[in-house]
Each structure stands twice: as C-alpha cells, then as structure tokens.
C-alpha cells in the first residue's frame, strides 16, 4: 500500500503525462483539452493499477474521470473508502 | 520472440503446426487472394484464435508474451493468417474488456471457439488516421438504433459474422456490435491490394441498417477512447508480434539462399555487401523481439506503460521488416522479384504493416509525447 494519499498519486500522475504541473482539483482535464485519446486509456490502466480496482462497462462516465477531485471520489467509492 | 523456459514447449507446438498446416498454402493463399475457410476452422480448433480469454470465457488464459509468440509463429508463416488473428483478437479484447455482462457471456465463447468470426470496422471512405471523428451515424428508432454510413479496408471483412463499428450517436463517438445479416447492411469485397491479399477485405455500407440498442459498447462518447483503442492496443501488439516473424522469415530465407547461391567462385554469403546485410536483419530481429517481449510483460503486468511500448514495438517492428524484406528480395536478386521464392510476398506483406493499425507516422508523432512525460519518471 503505497502511503501517499491517492489525491496525492492522482496528482503526480496527472501533472507528469500532462505536462500541466498547476492542475486545479477541480479542473476538467477533457473539457479543458489537456488530456486526449491515447492518455484516457493509459489513465484507466493507471487507476486500476495503482488502487487495484477493475473500472468496469458501468462506470464509464466522463464524470468519474474529469478532474482529480472526480477520480479521487471514484476511486474512494470503488475501494469502500468513501 | 527470445523464449524464456516457460515459452519454448508452446513455440514447438506453435511452429508444428505453423509449419504443417498454414506455410504450405501461403502461397495459395496469397495468389487466390481467399483464405481457406477449412484453415480457418483449424486454426480456431486450436484454439488460436482468442487463447488470452480467461477459461470461464472459452479462452486458455494465456499470457501475452506466449500470445506474442504465437502471433510470431503464424507471422512468420502466412501474413494472411496472422490477419486473422489479429482483426478477429481486437474485437475480441474490446468486447471482453468493455463489453456488457451480456455481450461477454453471449460472444467470447463464440469468438473464442471461432463460431463466430469478428472484423473491425474503423476506416471510412474518408476518415483514415483521424479514426476518432468517424462520418457514420446512428440513431435511435425505438428500442433499435439506424446506421447509416460507409467502412472501407475492413480486414476479414467478406468472411466476419460480426463487426464491431464505429460512429456518431448522439454527437459523440460510440461504438456498435453490427451482425453481418442485419437489413441494410451490404458487404463489397476488395480485391487487388498490395499485401496480406489473403485477408478478405471488404467494404461496408450502412443504409438504415437495424441495430438492437443493446449493442451499444461501452457507453457513448466512449467508443473511440476506450473501445477502438482498446482494440488498437491489442492490434499493434499482434501486428508487431507478426512483423517479429516476418522478419525470421526474411532471415531464414536469406541466409539459407546466400549459403547456396554462387557467384564468383563462392557463395555469396561470404561477400562482405550481403553479411552487412544479414547482420542488420539478425540484429534488427533481436531488437524487435525484445521490445515486444518488453511489450507483452507489460500487458501481462497490467502496467499502463504496456500502451507506449506497445507502440514502439509496433513502429520498430514494422519497418524493420520493410527493411528486411527489401534485403532479402535484394539478396535473391531476380529470383526474389518472382514467386519462385517467399521473399517477394514478404516484401509486399511487410509494406501493409507500416499502414496498419497506428501507420508509422501517426506512431512516429505519439511515441515524442512519450519521451516528454514518461522519461522524467524513470
């Protein structure tokens, strides 16, 4: 178990395949156009991965990838923690 | 690919029957521009054609570097072959991966026993590299959706029982399980391409063509991103796991040509021009079966990294073997420009892999961004 927060990992990821080291929380990285195809599937290997979860047909929803506030709460719920 | 002790009793079982029962009619194959449908059934009887899904699915639950040499294997044998493999494993990786519950349990034990063959529908008439803004569209008409629309280049196209489509729905890019007798769907063979003739390609039109709503893939707006890269992913790897056995092929071809051909009172393997040759080929091999051994640990690691080095596995591999082959058709001289020799059909087989799935140009512009983001990490 990594001990860093997974906002924290969400973060470092985001801000490194990004190349936008000032990400707001609340940012939406689609809408705003700073991630594009190839990266939706590198950072749904990358969740999975990290937080060993399956992101499953269901849960494919702009919404639970769209900021780093979104993917932390989807993480959060789909680990039990929230 | 470089066997470790875990891959080299499933290489023998491969190469056996790569050997027995597909090289021999490579060349058939290529001049009819068919692919036997009685190979066809023997391939999917070995399970060949989906081994990577898990058991419960119909698959063997093999792991992507013993996938890999497979895909070597029939690489290596018939281009062709190794088309089925591929069009028909990205359709399957992309239902098995975001395929509803239903549609998993319904097809991949199909797919995987081959009772139902999968081809995917990307290209159009006027959409090629730009695959995420596709022209098609479909809509919805009750509990069904009507597509209209055109795919061109469809590999297995003249022989799939289903194809995996994209298109507009509702403004986004959504992808659509199609099956080959829906009304309005029309099926044109192409005939007369450049290599992997073999390959059944087809051209689609899509005139109100009636699609139950529950094919849907994914969810809409995700068909492109996650969908048909999902199914890219799965095709580069396969792609580049064939360019490795293509490129043996060259190398075999050339060396065991170079030891028996003389001019000059010798054999022409012992003139410096041909052994820089056979040298860059043997080496450019080694380097491709590392990276996509790198590539199919990755895969098994579940490792987001697996997509960047899928890619330059795909790119290293595929113009290496355009390489080799225009080596090995150099070294064989005249005979290598006639169907005397497999070098020709390499040569022309080689070609279509710099095209496919992520063309050398498009990998070439992706695989930068890679170098900016991921290097600061390692």
Not at chain 2, 280 to 291: F, G, K, Q, V, Y
Request: proline share 3%.
């Amino acid at each position: 178990m990594n001990a860093v927060d997974p906002k924290s990992q969400i973060r470092d990821y985001l801000e490194r395949v990004t190349r936008h080291p000032d990400l707001r929380d609340d940012q939406n990285i689609f809408d705003d156009g700073i991630v594009n195809s190839i990266f939706a599937v590198e950072l749904v290997v990358f969740i999975e991965d990290r937080f060993n979860i399956t992101i499953e047909n269901d849960d494919l929803d702009f919404a639970n990838f769209a900021s780093i506030d979104a993917i932390a709460a989807f993480v959060a719920r789909k680990t039990g923690a929230a | 690919m470089v066997s470790t002790a875990r891959q080299e009793e499933p290489r023998a079982a491969f190469r056996s029957f790569a050997q027995a029962e597909i090289l021999p009619r490579a060349a058939e194959i290529d001049r009819d521009q068919r692919f036997p449908e009685d190979l066809l059934r023997r391939i999917a009887k070995q399970g060949y054609l989906a081994p990577w899904l898990p058991r419960e699915s119909g698959g063997q639950g093999m792991d992507f570097v013993t996938y890999g040499v497979l895909t070597e294997e029939v690489g290596r044998a018939c281009s062709s072959a190794r088309s089925l493999l591929t069009c028909h494993g990205m359709v399957t990786q992309a239902i098995a991966r975001w395929g509803s519950e239903a549609q998993k349990r319904s097809l991949l034990p199909l797919l995987a026993a081959g009772q139902r063959i999968a081809a995917f529908a990307l290209t159009e008439p006027t959409v090629g590299s730009d695959a995420a803004s596709p022209q098609g569209t479909a809509v919805t008409a009750g509990d069904r959706l009507l597509l209209n629309g055109e795919k061109s280049w469809v590999t297995f196209g003249q022989r799939a029982d289903l194809f995996l489509v994209l298109a507009r729905y509702e403004g986004e890019t959504s992808a659509f399980l199609v099956d080959r007798d829906s009304p309005g769907l029309t099926v044109s063979p192409v005939d007369g391409l450049l290599g992997t003739r073999g390959a059944m390609l087809a051209n689609l039109r899509f005139e109100d063509c009636l699609v139950p709503k529950k094919n849907i893939v994914g969810k809409p707006g995700f068909g492109f991103n996650m969908v048909a890269s999902e199914a890219l992913n799965h095709g580069r790897y396969s792609v580049a796991c064939g360019c490795v056995g293509l490129l043996r092929a060259c190398l075999e071809a050339s060396v065991a040509y170079t030891a028996t051909r003389r001019q000059f009172g010798t054999e022409i393997r012992e003139h410096q021009l041909v052994r820089q040759k056979i040298t860059d080929m043997m080496i450019n091999l080694r380097c491709a079966e590392l990276l996509c051994r790198h590539a199919g640990e990755l895969k098994d690691q579940r490792d987001s990294r697996a997509i960047a080095e899928t890619m330059m596995a795909k790119y290293y591999a595929s113009t290496s073997a355009v390489r080799a082959a225009g080596d090995a058709v150099q070294l064989h001289g005249a005979n290598g420009a006639s169907d005397r020799y497999p070098v020709a059909r390499y040569y022309r087989d080689a070609k279509i892999m710099e095209i496919i799935e992520g063309s050398t140009q498009i990998l070439q512009t992706i695989i930068a961004e890679f170098a900016y983001t991921d290097l600061p990490a390692r």
